[in-house]
């Protein structure tokens, strides 16, 4: 029987975007979406799974919260880098974010 990779636990109770399969081009509206909703109901952190192994989707996923005005930092897990936790912006966002729209660049 082969040993599992440690799965860190907080990992599994947070909101999830799989953005396995996708394209470059589509994931820029997934992840926009899933953050403003996540926003919408008051969640602090989420994470978004692009992989490891295709670094196109890791490195356009990078880019994408950079430039997110719903974002307030976000990195790699420690465990494992196919996943990037977010970490969404608080009050004020809640309060803004009902009467903003948010533009893709």
């Known amino acids: 029987m082969k040993n599992k990779p440690f799965e860190d636990p907080f990992l599994k109770i947070l909101p999830k975007l799989d953005l396995h399969g996708e394209t470059r081009d589509t994931i820029k509206f997934l992840i926009y ?22 670094k196109i989707l890791k490195e356009e996923t990078k880019d994408i ?3 997110c005005p719903m974002v307030e930092k976000f990195y790699l897990d420690s465990f494992n880098d196919g996943i990037t936790i977010v970490e969404l912006k608080k009050n004020e966002q809640k309060s803004s974010s009902k009467n903003k729209t948010f533009m893709i660049k």
């Open 33 to 54: 979406d899933f953050l403003k909703v996540q926003t919408l109901l008051g969640k602090d952190k989420v994470t978004i799974v692009h992989g490891r192994h295709s």
């Open 65 to 67: 919260l950079k430039r």
